[in-house]
């Protein structure tokens, strides 16, 4: 099993980031896919996750309608569009498996419930 980020980088505050995490070695059937962040000095924060087939989504609290999780079937792969960033947003983002059928609105923000984790792609946001 293999989960890989990118699309992160640096944006003012306003802009927009899409990142994504292709994943290999599982299917959609069987895990849902989490992001999770760790600014400096923080623990980390469960940001979104989605169970795929049935076309569940779940964000953390901060979110507030600015961030979309999305799939892509064919290409396995799980997309993070944030928009209106701000600066508290600067942190790495990691994503990460989870059994599918044990993801649920109140677990979806616990980080011990997810087992596979990619390396991370750093977000920064300027003022």
């Known amino acids: 099993v293999q989960l890989v980020e990118s699309g992160g980088g640096l944006a003012h505050a306003g802009g927009s980031l899409r990142l994504s995490c292709t994943v290999s070695g599982l299917t959609f059937d069987d895990y849902g896919i989490g992001w999770f962040r760790r600014a400096p000095g923080k623990g980390r924060e469960g940001v979104a996750s989605?169970?795929?087939?049935?076309?569940?989504?779940y964000y953390g609290g901060f979110v507030k309608g600015r961030f979309t999780i999305s799939s892509d079937n064919a290409k396995n792969i799980v997309y993070l569009q944030m928009n209106n960033l701000a600066p508290t947003d600067t942190a790495m983002y990691y994503c990460a498996t989870i059994p599918r059928r044990r993801l649920n609105r109140g677990n979806f923000y616990s980080d011990y419930q997810y087992n596979n984790w990619g390396q991370g792609t750093q977000v920064t946001v300027s003022s």
């Open positions: 989605i169970n795929v087939v049935e076309a569940k989504t």
